[in-house]
């Protein structure tokens, strides 16, 4: 369950941004700190473009970075989003983290384009990589693989097509 009880978790403990989206009901679930003390939260994927736009009206108006990796073999697929706040002379800008976790038979996001359009390319490499279906994003189609490839090949269960010698191996 990824919704925020505010029993289990400490309001003083949590990051600014999870007590915001806590007091607005937004359905989201702390996950601590990085090693530079930037705020993680994961959301779920169905909820992930309507709790987008709450941080981007809250301040994050720069997608710094969009990723994706795939969590365990057989596991989950998921997507990161490094958001940023930037300001006019800031020297140190707020971040967040936000984790998209998805299931590898269905990974479907929606895109985020339409809020910051620096996702466009980040989420095209995730679909292309990854496989992750990217909802409404406008042009989702492969940029660093051939479109003829054949599935996903940053994934950790993935076979490389024709390539007898590494299957055969063990």
């Not at 029993?7 to 359905?27: H, I, Q």
């Not at 994050?60 to 697929?77: H, V």
């Not at 990161?80 to 006019?88: E, G, K, P, S």
Request: hydrophobic residues 35%; neutral net charge.
């Amino acid at each position: 369950m990824n919704t925020v009880d505010k029993n289990k978790f400490n309001l003083d403990t949590r990051g600014r941004l999870s007590v915001w989206l806590t007091k607005r009901k937004f359905s989201h679930r702390p996950l601590g700190y990085d090693y530079r003390g930037v705020e993680i939260l994961q959301v779920k994927s169905e909820e992930w473009l309507s709790i987008a736009v709450a941080p981007y009206a809250y301040g994050f108006n720069y997608l710094r970075s969009q990723c994706a990796y795939d969590a365990t073999p057989g596991g989950s697929l998921v997507s990161v989003y490094h958001l940023t706040q930037m300001q006019d002379h800031s020297d140190q800008p707020e971040e967040i983290c936000v984790k998209v976790f998805v299931s590898r038979t269905n990974p479907q996001i929606p895109s985020v384009y339409w809020v910051w359009k620096s996702a466009d390319f980040q989420e095209r490499e995730s679909y292309d990589m990854l496989g992750i279906i990217h909802r409404g994003h406008p042009s989702l189609k492969r940029i660093l693989m051939p479109e003829s490839w054949i599935g996903w090949p940053l994934r950790k269960d993935y076979v490389v097509p024709n390539f007898y010698e590494l299957q055969d191996a063990y």
